[in-house]
């Protein structure tokens, strides 16, 4: 057993139903607030910061309780540095956890980044001077993206559109005419461009270029 636990990526806190740490396996002393003689019997909740004692507490207690798997996201602060770690929490006696500890500092860094990214584009996207669209061509068609030139030209909010299909929106008969476009579109790889009529709810008309392109990754095929 003791060969098989120094195998696991994390570091493994043996926690009593006080939360008071007993041992500690895969001690990594980079990344501990205290030298493990120091850390054994101290209780968790000096060892967390001050914002994450409560989450930690109730999922361990949970874990005593049930005997079940618990997670936790929390941050401990070292040398004004604060790391971040995802916690894993499972009863191993009746008054004993298992705490498996992973660093995931550098993950989260890497999500927050990605996020950042995404609401820049959300924003520049938004904020384009012509209408723009998005369908998801793996959900019926439905609409995930109605910018504010949508809200301004089409005579609909975006409450009224996102995941909806056309026909849901424009009824049977013009909701079909669009996603035959559509289907088209997908199933010869193409493009379209074409001037296109449109009545918004208040029945005015308007001519406009419609432009449409199949865009997919390995996530998504809009």
Not at 38 to 59: F, H, M, Q, S, Y
Not at 87 to 115: H, M, P, Q, W, Y
Request: glycine share 4%; proline share 3%.
């Amino acid at each position: 057993p003791e060969r098989i636990i120094s195998s696991v990526p994390d570091m493994i806190f043996m926690v009593d139903n006080k939360l008071e740490i007993q041992k500690i396996y895969n001690a990594d002393a980079s990344k501990l607030s205290l030298p493990v003689e120091a850390l054994i019997g101290r209780n968790l909740k000096n060892c967390v910061d001050p914002e994450c004692v409560e989450d930690v507490t109730a999922n361990i207690q949970e874990a005593l309780l049930t005997g079940e798997v618990r997670e936790s996201e929390y941050s401990v602060t070292m040398n004004g540095k604060k790391i971040l770690y995802e916690g894993r929490f499972k009863r191993v006696e009746d008054n004993l956890v298992a705490c498996f500890e992973r660093d995931i500092t550098e993950r989260k860094k890497s999500e927050t980044a990605i996020e950042q990214n995404q609401r820049l584009l959300n924003a520049v996207l938004d904020n384009m001077p012509m209408p723009l669209i998005i369908k998801d061509i793996d959900d019926d068609l439905k609409y995930v993206f109605w910018n504010k030139q949508c809200e301004l030209q089409g005579g609909y909010t975006r409450k009224e559109i996102i995941g909806k299909n056309d026909i849901e929106v424009y009824g049977k008969e013009r909701g079909e005419h669009y996603r035959d476009v559509d289907f088209k579109i997908i199933e010869e790889g193409g493009s379209y461009q074409k001037q296109e009529v449109y009545v918004t709810p208040d029945e005015e008309k308007h001519v406009s270029i419609v432009n449409k392109n199949v865009v997919s990754n390995d996530v998504h095929h809009w």
